[in-house]
């Protein structure tokens, strides 16, 4: 059929919108909107004619059915829901640690009511907004004050820049850490207008390397934990009760960046134990920094708990203004830290605990779940299988460690593309995000919610059939 017969048979913009997934948007979105993506996709479909790559023309309804995934990629791109199957917990690039139903709840009644986040009920007068935060955050870890801004880059940076400015600040190499986002500790160290005086060499530093730099212009010593990398064999790292009592011997503060910031013991899962905060603040850190989601499991937020005199110059700087968060922020954190004052209710409530403590069983049990559901869509036998594998906590924390799990293989037809089918996937609605290993799709089930499973299969199936392949669809 020649171009011109193909394009005479696309069909017009009213028939399209007059199709029932058209409907269904126009009952969600203004019809200009809708109106919008039915013209991108059938502009999109002429062009493919024109190239010759059009041999079909599409239905009413299946033009609708592009325009859908257009007008949310393209006409209003909001962040799309997303199933994660890669197996990373904490996934930075997946929107970190999910909240706990408490978390959620809370933050609707504030969303939707006013609160009193800056005034004391008490007295009716102007308070700090974090106030009720540093309330819960001194009973769990046991500090004389704390503080909260938007993330922990913030808080290290506010940090230096009010302890430290002009003055040196002495750290090991093997702690000159750079995490996500090229977030490098030398940098904010210059960004805040401190010095930076490395000590020690990548894998060796001793309690003697830290006094030896010591002088008149030292403001203070800074630990960093290295949560996203291993330095093993030929090593030695001074301990944070070391550093403290060195640093009370020459009346400096010891700042202690514990990035994960856990407030349970991970070990009980299994893996390697992570620093506590309750531990540094119980060792003598001055004080301490650490994220409010990652192993935490809250809302993205930089917490910093230790001495009051401290904390009270923290919230003097004008900075302070800058990092401060939002209501919405410290409903979330409330609500997660409420939690953890019966450990065993944080392993239940808070998701990313959940996903860290899942059993080889129960995730076993979902994949075959998952493997019965697209057989029963039509994929053929050959096509599915149910390997063992690992999954990593992510966000920077237990970089080493790995936790079994097991997963769902598709494997494409031949002389399909993994990667092809892939971006399907994540295109779609709810988008798919899993792993490519030895040209198949790996989809872990540990970070694949209960009430997803259903979801996953059906876009899975669903690509499958983009693909060229059958399914019942």
Known sequence: MDKQTLLSQLPAVNEVLRTKTAQRLLNELPRTIVT?????TLDKIRQRILKGDGAEVPSPEQVAQQAASVL?????????RVINATGIIVHTGLGRSLLSQKAVQRLIEVATHPCALEVDEVTGERSFRDLRVEKLLRLLTGAEAATVVNNNAAAVLLILNTLAEGREVIVSRGELVEIGGSFRIPEILRKSGAILVEVGTTNKTRLSDYERAISERTALLLKVHQSNFRIIGFTEQVSLEDLVALGRKYNLPVVEDLGSGALADVSKAGIEKEPMVQESVKAGADLVSFSGDKLLGGPQAGIVVGR???????RRNPLYRAFRCDKLTFAALEATLLSYFDEEQAWDEIPTLQQIAS???????RAQKVSRLLLGFGLPKEAISILPSTSQVG????PDQFLPTWCIVVKPKEGDNPDNFAKRLR???PSVFCRIQKDALWFDLRTVLPDE???LTECIAKAWVEMGGRTSL
């Open 427 to 429: 295109l779609g609605n």
């Open 72 to 80: 949310w990629r393209e006409v209003i791109p909001l962040m799309p």
């Open 453 to 455: 499973l259903n979801e």
């Open 359 to 365: 059993s080889e069983r129960e995730i076993k049990r």
């Open 36 to 40: 919008e993506a039915i013209r991108i």
């Open 395 to 398: 966000g920077g924390a237990l």
């Open 308 to 314: 009051k005199d401290l904390i009270s110059q923290l």
